[in-house]
């Protein structure tokens, strides 16, 4: 079975040049997230959708990032105009959210794309 | 809010030697779940084990097993009969029920298997 496909796998820019990553969640899957990996701060969520629907954006840096997914099968992450400071791994991922049943929730597995790197110079 | 504390910055353990990683967290949810996730130096993120916070019984995936203390809210993950490929980065991650579906994740620890 197909992982979550990200695209592409390395991106070199220049600053203030625009930068769009792309995400295949798994099919059937109906939450996908956005993550950002630095050295510095760790791993943080930038945003996720549930059933195509932005849920929580409150992890975007800032208004030069935006989010969107048009569709459940690809998402994209846009970085307009990027800066150095954006350098990072990008991750998408995904899972299956399911309502909870008999008051007894299950806390659905995300599944990780391999990341893209980005560098902003 | 929530939070997860991982200690050890690095652990270094022998081939084939169990090793155990640790994982404390801090929520006021009285729902949750726990993950585990390696991150080989190859960069992606790979699901291990998974422990939710009613489930009865300790989480366990083949050489992998949570030992899932409650009430000291700590997340052990054991690794049994390390290998020289188990060499990662180890995340402990966690999902409240007022999280929604955002996961939090502690800063890793670093595994090294020596041959």
């Known amino acids: 079975d197909a992982g979550v496909i990200q695209s592409p796998r390395h991106e070199v820019t220049e600053m203030g040049q625009e930068v769009t990553l792309r995400c295949k969640p798994i099919?059937?899957?109906?939450?996908l997230f956005w993550y950002r990996q630095t050295m510095m701060r760790g791993l943080e969520l930038l945003i996720y959708f549930n059933n195509n629907v932005p849920i929580d954006d409150s992890g975007m840096p800032e208004d030069r990032f935006s989010a969107k997914m048009p569709n459940a099968s690809f998402s994209t992450l846009k970085i307009q105009p990027s800066e150095p400071r954006d350098s990072a791994v990008y991750f998408c991922?995904?899972?299956?959210?399911?309502?909870?049943?008999?008051?007894?929730?299950?806390?659905?597995?995300?599944?990780f794309g391999p990341g893209t790197r980005l560098l902003v110079l | 809010a929530q939070k997860i504390t991982q200690t050890q910055p690095g652990m270094f353990v022998q081939e084939k030697e169990a090793v155990t990683l640790d994982c404390t967290y801090d929520t006021s949810d009285p729902s949750y779940g726990l993950f585990w996730y390696k991150q080989p130096s190859s960069g992606e993120m790979i699901f291990l084990i998974y422990q939710g916070s009613y489930d009865q019984q300790n989480a366990t995936e083949g050489r992998y097993s949570l030992n899932f203390q409650k009430a000291r809210k700590s997340a052990n993950l054991v690794i049994s009969a390390s290998q020289l490929g188990d060499s990662a980065m180890y995340f402990c991650?966690?999902?409240?029920?007022?999280?929604?579906?955002?996961?939090?994740f502690g800063e890793g620890t670093q595994l090294t298997v020596n041959p």
């Open positions: 991650a966690m999902r409240g029920r007022t999280s929604g579906s955002r996961l939090t």
């Open positions: 099919s059937g899957h109906n939450s």
């Open positions: 991922a995904s899972s299956l959210f399911e309502f909870a049943v008999g008051g007894y929730r299950v806390y659905e597995t995300q599944y």
